[in-house]
Structures are given as structure tokens and as C-alpha cells.
């Protein structure tokens, strides 16, 4: 396939700029594309024009213009987070033979936006559209888990950790100690805390700018499902949850 070589020039000019390098100067942009100045300012010139460069008239440095971030919001727009997330959901379901659930925050609770049911399940409470506590959910966790402290402080405040279960945590400093080893290991367990002899693992799913927006999850019957066997599903479930997250636009930082 043959390469427009100015085309290809212009994109490599605007992957120069990153979190890290956010102005550059015309010459340090010429020695890193190895490019004459006059090439390259012919391209930055171009550019500029259509609105992906902008140019500080002061000290004369380059940076990046707000047509990206226009093209990049109708970008994300076209992102249904239930459309994206629905062939990961069918996958892993059909990896486990298990119910697998897409589910988001709604005000203190989490609500189902998706289902795909299990060959193998035998668990019917949950349906799209239900609400969920978080303090009793693996979803739940997840979704409180991984939100800034001050998210997390807003969402806890004056909750009501009622007792769904006799393994449902019901205390706020328990709950914030579970939050923490969640967000250690990256995923949260429902130990029969909100149905009894139900089992329940979720993970996070993250949009372009790191926020959590979803959790997806799967659910199993102790009696069915061994520890050694849900630890192989937790694995399947977390890849499963990066890719949607990646498809979202999230980038994990090392």
C-alpha cells in the first residue's frame, strides 16, 4: 500500500507531542523529524490551517490546536460503552459457561446495562435494569474501588450498609479496607455478600481519561465453581476488561 509521504509527515509531527512535550520549537521539531526547517514549516504551516497546530506568537513554539480535541470528542461520542463492551461480554460467558454483567454507576448504586446469560448458570436475580448496592456487589466495589478519594468520600457519605446477607460487610471502615484490596489486585469478589451460595468476580473498565465508567462481571455458584477454577475465570475477566478499556481509549501508564 503506497504511503503519501507528506501525509505521513504531518501525522509524525503531531505524535511528537505528548503529556510530557506540549510546546516545541520549529528547530526541535526539524531535528527530530530529521527534516529541513523549511520542510518542516510548510507542514507545521499546513496544519496550522486546518486547526491541528497552533502557534504561540510570543516565544514562536508550536502546540497542538483544539481540532484534535474536537475530532476526539466526536470520537468518543460514537463509543457506546454497551456496544463496545457486548462481544467481551458474550466471550467470556462463553469462555466460562457463566452470566456475565455490564454494569454502571448510577447515583449510590450500581445498575445493569447488560447481561449475557451462561450455558452453565443457574443464576436468575439479576436482570438489566436492576440496581445493585455497592457495599454488597463485586460490581459495586469495583465501581467505587477505583474513583478518586473525594469520589469515593461523596459516594460514602451517609450510605446505608444494610445487611443483605450474614457475609455482607456492614461497616464503613471494613468497606474501605476491601476498596483498598481492590484496587491492589485490580479486580473485586462478592463472597456470597449480596446472594446466598453466589460467588461473584468484576473488573474495571476505564475511558480515555482514566475515570472508572463501568464494571464488568461474572457470577458463579460456589457449588459449581472451585477457587481454582475462579481464579482461572478472574484472569479471563481482567483481559476481557482491558481490551474494552484500551477500545475506550485508556492507555495504562507504567
Do not use: W
Not at 469520589?151 to 457475609?167: H, V
Not at 481492590?182 to 453466589?198: A, K, M
Amino acid at each position: 500500500m503506497p504511503i503519501i509521504q507528506a501525509l505521513d509527515r504531518a501525522l509524525k509531527i503531531l505524535d511528537l507531542f505528548d503529556e510530557h512535550t506540549t510546546e516545541l520549537k520549529i528547530t526541535e521539531i526539524s531535528a527530530r523529524m530529521e527534516l529541513h526547517k523549511s520542510t518542516v514549516h510548510s507542514l507545521l504551516k499546513t496544519l496550522q490551517l486546518h486547526g491541528y497546530i497552533n502557534q504561540d506568537m510570543e516565544s514562536g513554539k508550536y502546540k497542538l490546536g483544539l481540532k484534535l480535541l474536537e475530532k476526539g470528542q466526536l470520537m468518543l461520542q460514537s463509543l457506546d460503552i454497551r456496544t463496545v463492551a457486548r462481544k467481551h461480554l458474550a466471550a467470556l460467558s462463553e469462555q466460562t459457561g457463566q452470566t456475565t454483567h455490564l454494569v454502571i454507576l448510577d447515583g449510590k448504586e450500581g445498575v445493569y446495562l447488560d447481561k449475557v446469560e451462561g450455558e452453565k448458570a443457574a443464576i436468575r436475580y439479576s436482570r438489566i435494569g436492576r440496581r445493585i448496592s455497592l457495599h454488597s456487589s463485586a460490581v459495586g466495589k469495583v465501581l467505587t474501588a477505583f474513583r478518586t478519594n473525594e469520589e469515593r468520600d461523596s459516594l460514602l457519605r451517609n450510605y446505608q450498609f444494610s445487611k443483605i446477607t450474614e457475609a455482607t460487610i456492614t461497616e464503613k471502615e471494613a468497606f474501605l479496607h476491601e476498596l483498598n484490596q481492590v484496587r491492589e489486585q485490580g479486580y473485586s469478589i462478592d463472597n456470597q455478600e449480596n446472594e446466598p451460595g453466589v460467588r461473584c468476580a468484576a473488573a474495571p473498565i476505564f475511558e480515555h481519561n482514566g475515570s472508572v465508567v463501568a464494571a464488568i462481571s461474572l457470577s458463579t455458584l460456589i457449588s459449581a465453581v472451585d477457587d481454582l477454577l475462579l481464579k482461572q475465570y478472574i484472569a479471563l475477566l481482567k483481559k476481557e476488561a482491558e481490551t474494552i478499556s484500551q477500545t475506550l481509549g485508556f492507555r495504562q501508564v507504567l
